[in-house]
T-cell receptor
Framework: RKEVEQDPGPFNVPEGATVAFNCTYS??????FFWYRQDCRKEPKLLMS???SGNEDGRFTAQLNRASQYISLLIRDSKLSDSATYLC???????????FGRGTSLIVHP | SQTIHQWPATLVQPVGSPLSLECTVE??????LYWYRQAAGRGLQLLFY??????ISSEVPQNLSASRPQDRQFILSSKKLLLSDSGFYLC?????????????FGDGTRLSIL
């Protein structure tokens, strides 16, 4: 089983739709979690950290479910500019080496 | 604020030629530094990381090497490039001395081997 798994997609949604991605992790000792966004042929950029209590940043909501070992990213009112690959990142406690998922591709169309 | 610079942005090299990619970080001290490679349509592969000057850990066997001659400088090198070395090379940093911190990436170098 891979350490961090994501559905590669693509998720093809119309503008204004709500879309959610999940990411599962296998290491129960994982302590920190992040979502990154990567545009085509660009570097990954930190989108948001994922806190135990869940957190929201505008149209984006991230949640952590430790019992089932997954994190989620919800995007409301999708924009064309949200089209990108979303990478899930998990860090084991005390580690400097995060584990990246392969990413989920999102395509928002008019 | 912290910034990371990586150059060159693109590079075309013949097989067998040497390589030197440079990355520098500003606005922080003793960062953790990383080199990744991303093949087309693939995930990120960690090549090297460093938690301090002169401290380099290699994650995969290959013909690449890394060096950290100064606190905020990280260099990726090769004596002889292979066709399989083509890819998108990314340098990243995270806050030193503290684990579980997010990484921040440079703009990347797109390397093509002919």
């Amino acid at each position: 089983r891979k350490e961090v798994e994501q559905d590669p997609g693509p998720f093809n949604v119309p503008e204004g739709a709500t879309v959610a991605f999940n990411c599962t992790y296998s290491n129960s000792a994982s302590q920190s979690f992040f979502w990154y966004r990567q545009d085509c042929r660009k570097e990954p950029k930190l989108l948001m950290s994922v806190y135990s209590s869940g957190n929201e940043d505008g149209r984006f909501t991230a949640q952590l479910n430790r019992a089932s070992q997954y994190i989620s990213l919800l995007i409301r009112d999708s924009k064309l500019s949200d089209s990108a690959t979303y990478l899930c990142v998990v860090n084991q406690g005390g580690s400097y080496i995060p584990t990246f998922g392969r990413g989920t591709s999102l395509i928002v169309h008019p | 604020s912290q910034t990371i610079h990586q150059w060159p942005a693109t590079l075309v090299q013949p097989v067998g030629s040497p390589l030197s990619l440079e990355c520098t970080v500003e606005g922080t001290s003793n960062p953790n530094l990383y080199w990744y490679r991303q093949a087309a349509g693939r995930g990120l592969q960690l090549l090297f990381y460093s938690v301090g000057i002169g401290q380099i850990s290699s994650e995969v066997p290959q013909n690449l090497s890394a060096s950290r001659p100064q606190d905020r400088q990280f260099i990726l090198s090769s004596k002889k490039l292979l066709l399989s070395d083509s890819g998108f090379y990314l340098c990243a940093w995270s806050t030193g001395q503290i684990s579980n911190q997010p990484q921040h990436f440079g703009d990347g170098t797109r390397l093509s081997i002919l």
